[in-house]
């Protein structure tokens, strides 16, 4: 029986009071609250010494928060109490080693923001076939250089459909392909010992319409069916449907569903399968709380809360970033500081730029609400900048939202399980004379490949039937071209998806927070087309970029000349440069950095170790950014690039850019590194008897541009190709132009300038 799954004794269970009526009248109900509370859990000091001091510290937050919904009535004593008593039995039943990593992080609450986190996210089926399987996975992890893993849901979901997961039906067991709750337990314990932490789902806007709880609302359970939003005719629904918006518009139409069995309409913003809870109701609240605590006593280190700008309803607004959504994530934030305070809370609020970021608590309320959210901003931004080729909209959305506040930090990401949503604003659009309609079309025709010049292979995802609007799906690979060049066996268009999605990936990496990777991306997963033979998956095409592991060739990373291992090794130099680059500890001060040049995103970071300039560009075609453009401190010649790890000299004052190139600068008095690569170029021009052809270019090793220094005769033995080989000096960008002589005098210059990196196998043109 459903109802077996969770334990209604703690709600029936008799709660004694201590406060009188009279007291509760006249006094401060707050402090009465809580000294009450620290005098009944007085016994367990001695064993939770800490207890005492965290209630005394978080208690008033909670009280704020907690009070402000369910108000201060005399009768709330008992929910506080049993809600207490629900944190005294968490604290009972959790691990030592949670206990004492609880105490550390107490002590280093910034834990998370530093440069040495990286973070990863995989679906335990599809990646490694169930929780035991992943145990063994762990050293590709380590190998990677991750050490912040979000498990995609894994609570025993409905059986059938159920979103991806989203559709738990019982919170207190794992999904029974997966394995069992002591393998999860284990798992943790295990990626604990390996310094991996562990991120994982609490889906707390709705339960599956399975659940027990909704089970016995559908029996007519008055009790549960108060636990949802039920209506007993379209009255209500519809004054509320006036206001709403679809989020799954193909399939599942509207926000309300109807049960012929109970005769009611059921909130469901999502899937029909999936009944929103009503926060409204604290039994409700104590209910999810007590869940949330068995949850994080697995040894979970912070828990992906979903979906939750759309837990509380209010008629009359579109029932999405209600202020008491806020205070309900503000109140729960307080407890589990009481109870654990080593987990974060990552908020899953993909809504518009203004609003994300007031899940990390702005406007007096930093670090009491969550410590993590996703920056959508931030990703549907870059990958605008990318197919415009331009950053103004980027550069301006960014530097018009409030930061995140000091005590948290974004999780940056290129793409997610989810489809890319346009989060850009009319208004910031406006800001830099855009429609913010027209960008927001312009992104779903590029990276559906409706446009000319797209490279992309993306899919519409939910399309507004008014406004045409439409979201997007597709792995990173197959978004930024590596698919298209693959299929096409077109070596330029492989290496330009390279540098692509190395260039996406330069930015999360380096903007502060938590960066965060889809596995398989880093070995550049295309598209899986599996999914369209898969009843249970068919309709929803953001299965299309959750493809299962491809094992062979994450082999193929270690053989020289594929591409997973350009891929992969990128990767690694990625993760090394981010962990040796102080300036990207969250601590560190940043500011954009305004260029004149549309292709370029610049922002500097400042920590008390290094000062570090990131630059970007996003164009396909190379870039020239006079040192005389940049702030005072970084007008200089020699610069440590910290991606490469080299010294580079930029002569002429300016710091060349390759197409989608980006450099991680910090000032150096070191030399440029002298070690050489043997470089061969060659081009191919048509000459007449006595004529010959030479090199210019942009290096002194060319000339420097003066054509009195070009450098030849090339050799014309594979006539017309003309060929030279040189050594230069490592890892250097450059670019070049032919010169055909008679008689000494140059008589043509190439129409074209040409670009090329030393040691390249491949030459440009
Ligand atoms: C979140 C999840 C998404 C799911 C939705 C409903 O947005 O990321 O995959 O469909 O919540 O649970």
């Given at each position: 029986?459903?109802?077996?799954?969770?334990?209604?004794?703690?709600?029936?269970?008799?709660?004694?009071?201590?406060?009188?009526?009279?007291?509760?009248?006249?006094?401060?109900?707050?402090?009465?609250?809580?000294?009450?509370?620290?005098?009944?859990?007085?016994?367990?000091?001695?064993?939770?010494?800490?207890?005492?001091?965290?209630?005394?510290?978080?208690?008033?937050?909670?009280?704020?928060?907690?009070?402000?919904?369910?108000?201060?009535?005399?009768?709330?004593?008992?929910?506080?109490?049993?809600?207490?008593?629900?944190?005294?039995?968490?604290?009972?039943?959790?691990?030592?080693?949670?206990?004492?990593?609880?105490?550390?992080?107490?002590?280093?609450?910034?834990?998370?923001?530093?440069?040495?986190?990286?973070?990863?996210v995989l679906y335990v089926d599809l990646f490694a076939g169930d929780l035991k399987k992943l145990r063994e996975k762990i050293p590709y992890l380590k190998e990677l250089g991750i050490n912040f893993l979000h498990l995609m849901p894994l609570l025993?979901?409905?059986?059938?459909?159920?979103?991806?997961?989203?559709?738990?039906?019982?919170?207190?067991?794992?999904?029974?392909?997966?394995?069992?709750?002591?393998?999860?337990?284990?798992?943790?314990?295990?990626?604990?010992?390996?310094?991996?932490?562990?991120?994982?789902?609490?889906?707390?806007?709705?339960?599956?319409?399975?659940?027990?709880?909704?089970?016995?609302?559908?029996?007519?359970?008055?009790?549960?069916?108060?636990f949802y939003h039920m209506f007993d005719d379209r009255t209500i629904p519809d004054m509320y449907e006036n206001h709403l918006i679809e989020v799954f518009p193909d399939f599942a139409p509207g926000n309300f569903s109807y049960y012929p069995?109970?005769?009611?309409?059921?909130?469901?913003?999502?899937?029909?399968?999936?009944?929103?809870?009503?926060?409204?109701?604290?039994?409700?609240?104590?209910?999810?709380?007590?869940?949330?605590?068995?949850?994080?006593?697995?040894?979970?280190?912070?828990?992906r809360l979903d979906a939750v700008?759309?837990?509380?309803?209010?008629?009359?607004?579109?029932?999405?970033?209600?202020?008491?959504?806020?205070?309900?994530?503000?109140?729960?934030?307080?407890?589990?500081?009481?109870?654990?305070?080593?987990?974060?809370?990552?908020?899953?609020?993909?809504?518009?730029?203004?609003?994300?970021?007031?899940?990390?608590?702005?406007?007096?309320?930093?670090?009491?609400?969550?410590?993590?959210?996703?920056?959508a901003t931030l990703m549907s931004h870059l990958w605008h900048a990318l197919a415009s080729e331009n950053t103004h909209l980027i550069r301006t959305s960014l530097s018009k939202l409030p930061r995140a506040p000091r005590n948290t930090s974004w999780v940056n990401y290129i793409r997610c399980h989810?489809?890319?949503?346009?989060?850009?604003?009319?208004?910031?659009?406006?800001?830099?004379?855009?429609?913010?309609?027209?960008?927001?079309?312009?992104?779903?025709?590029?990276?559906?490949?409706?446009?000319?010049?797209?490279?992309?292979?993306g899919y519409a995802f939910q399309r507004d039937y008014y406004s045409g609007?439409?979201?997007?799906?597709?792995?990173?690979?197959?978004?930024?071209?590596?698919?298209?060049?693959?299929?096409?066996?077109?070596?330029?268009?492989?290496?330009?998806?390279?540098?692509?999605?190395?260039?996406?990936?330069?930015?999360?990496?380096?903007?502060?927070?938590?960066?965060?990777?889809?596995?398989?991306?880093?070995?550049?997963?295309?598209?899986?087309?599996?999914?369209?033979?898969?009843?249970?998956?068919l309709r929803d095409n953001r299965w299309v970029h959750r493809p299962r592991m491809l094992w062979d060739k994450v082999d193929l990373r270690d053989m020289p000349g594929t591409i997973e291992h350009r891929l992969f090794s990128e990767f690694r130099k990625m993760v090394d440069a981010r962990k040796r680059t102080p300036a990207i500890h969250g601590a560190s001060k940043d500011r954009l950095v305004i260029l004149d040049i549309d292709s370029i995103f610049c922002f500097e970071r400042c920590s008390k170790h290094q000062d570090t300039l990131f630059l970007s560009n996003f164009s396909r075609e190379p870039v020239h950014v006079p040192t005389g453009m940049l702030p005072e401190k970084w007008q200089k010649r020699h610069f440590r690039d910290l991606y490469s790890d080299r010294v580079l000299d930029f002569s002429f004052n300016e710091i060349v850019l390759e197409p989608y190139g980006f450099y991680w600068l910090t000032g150096t008095k070191e030399k440029p590194s002298i070690e050489a690569e043997n470089t061969i170029i060659d081009v191919i021009v048509e000459t007449e008897f006595g004529e010959n052809v030479y090199l210019v270019g942009n290096i002194p090793e060319l000339g420097s541009w003066n054509p009195d220094k070009a450098i030849g005769p090339l050799d014309p033995s594979s006539y017309p190709s003309w060929e030279i080989h040189m050594k230069l000096p490592a890892n250097t960008y450059f670019e070049f132009q032919w010169v055909k002589k008679r008689n000494g005098q140059i008589i043509e210059w190439s129409p074209d300038k040409y670009w090329m990196k030393s040691g390249d196998e491949i030459s440009y043109y």
């Amino acid at each position: 029986m459903a109802l077996k799954t969770w334990n209604p004794r703690s709600v029936s269970q008799y709660i004694p009071l201590n406060i009188s009526r009279k007291e509760w009248k006249r006094g401060d109900r707050r402090e009465l609250m809580k000294r009450d509370l620290m005098e009944r859990y007085k016994p367990h000091y001695r064993r939770h010494p800490y207890l005492k001091k965290r209630i005394e510290k978080n208690f008033d937050d909670f009280w704020r928060f907690y009070t402000s919904i369910y108000g201060d009535g005399y009768e709330q004593q008992r929910w506080i109490i049993r809600i207490f008593n629900s944190i005294l039995q968490g604290l009972l039943d959790r691990k030592k080693d949670m206990l004492q990593l609880d105490q550390e992080r107490e002590k280093n609450q910034l834990w998370f923001q530093s440069e040495e986190i990286v973070g990863g996210v995989l679906y335990v089926d599809l990646f490694a076939g169930d929780l035991k399987k992943l145990r063994e996975k762990i050293p590709y992890l380590k190998e990677l250089g991750i050490n912040f893993l979000h498990l995609m849901p894994l609570l025993r979901p409905r059986d059938g459909l159920n979103d991806g997961g989203y559709a738990v039906q019982n919170y207190r067991d794992v999904d029974r392909r997966l394995g069992t709750y002591d393998d999860l337990r284990k798992l943790s314990r295990v990626l604990h010992n390996e310094g991996i932490n562990l991120v994982l789902d609490f889906v707390m806007n709705h339960t599956a319409k399975e659940h027990g709880w909704a089970q016995a609302a559908m029996s007519g359970h008055t009790r549960y069916q108060r636990f949802y939003h039920m209506f007993d005719d379209r009255t209500i629904p519809d004054m509320y449907e006036n206001h709403l918006i679809e989020v799954f518009p193909d399939f599942a139409p509207g926000n309300f569903s109807y049960y012929p069995q109970i005769d009611k309409w059921v909130w469901t913003t999502f899937y029909e399968f999936q009944w929103d809870l009503n926060y409204a109701n604290p039994d409700v609240f104590h209910a999810m709380f007590d869940e949330m605590v068995h949850l994080v006593n697995t040894g979970t280190d912070c828990l992906r809360l979903d979906a939750v700008p759309y837990l509380w309803k209010k008629l009359g607004t579109h029932c999405q970033n209600q202020e008491e959504a806020h205070h309900l994530l503000r109140a729960y934030r307080a407890l589990l500081k009481i109870l654990s305070p080593g987990v974060l809370f990552m908020a899953e609020a993909i809504v518009a730029p203004q609003e994300i970021v007031r899940y990390l608590g702005v406007d007096g309320f930093e670090g009491k609400e969550c410590d993590l959210a996703y920056n959508a901003t931030l990703m549907s931004h870059l990958w605008h900048a990318l197919a415009s080729e331009n950053t103004h909209l980027i550069r301006t959305s960014l530097s018009k939202l409030p930061r995140a506040p000091r005590n948290t930090s974004w999780v940056n990401y290129i793409r997610c399980h989810d489809d890319i949503g346009w989060g850009i604003s009319d208004e910031f659009a406006a800001d830099v004379h855009q429609n913010g309609h027209h960008t927001r079309m312009f992104c779903t025709d590029f990276y559906t490949g409706k446009l000319a010049n797209s490279y992309a292979e993306g899919y519409a995802f939910q399309r507004d039937y008014y406004s045409g609007e439409a979201r997007v799906s597709g792995t990173t690979a197959s978004l930024a071209g590596l698919q298209k060049a693959m299929v096409e066996a077109e070596d330029l268009g492989i290496d330009d998806s390279i540098r692509r999605i190395m260039l996406l990936k330069n930015v999360i990496f380096s903007w502060k927070g938590i960066p965060l990777i889809y596995l398989g991306d880093e070995i550049g997963q295309t598209n899986d087309y599996t999914y369209l033979s898969n009843p249970l998956k068919l309709r929803d095409n953001r299965w299309v970029h959750r493809p299962r592991m491809l094992w062979d060739k994450v082999d193929l990373r270690d053989m020289p000349g594929t591409i997973e291992h350009r891929l992969f090794s990128e990767f690694r130099k990625m993760v090394d440069a981010r962990k040796r680059t102080p300036a990207i500890h969250g601590a560190s001060k940043d500011r954009l950095v305004i260029l004149d040049i549309d292709s370029i995103f610049c922002f500097e970071r400042c920590s008390k170790h290094q000062d570090t300039l990131f630059l970007s560009n996003f164009s396909r075609e190379p870039v020239h950014v006079p040192t005389g453009m940049l702030p005072e401190k970084w007008q200089k010649r020699h610069f440590r690039d910290l991606y490469s790890d080299r010294v580079l000299d930029f002569s002429f004052n300016e710091i060349v850019l390759e197409p989608y190139g980006f450099y991680w600068l910090t000032g150096t008095k070191e030399k440029p590194s002298i070690e050489a690569e043997n470089t061969i170029i060659d081009v191919i021009v048509e000459t007449e008897f006595g004529e010959n052809v030479y090199l210019v270019g942009n290096i002194p090793e060319l000339g420097s541009w003066n054509p009195d220094k070009a450098i030849g005769p090339l050799d014309p033995s594979s006539y017309p190709s003309w060929e030279i080989h040189m050594k230069l000096p490592a890892n250097t960008y450059f670019e070049f132009q032919w010169v055909k002589k008679r008689n000494g005098q140059i008589i043509e210059w190439s129409p074209d300038k040409y670009w090329m990196k030393s040691g390249d196998e491949i030459s440009y043109y």
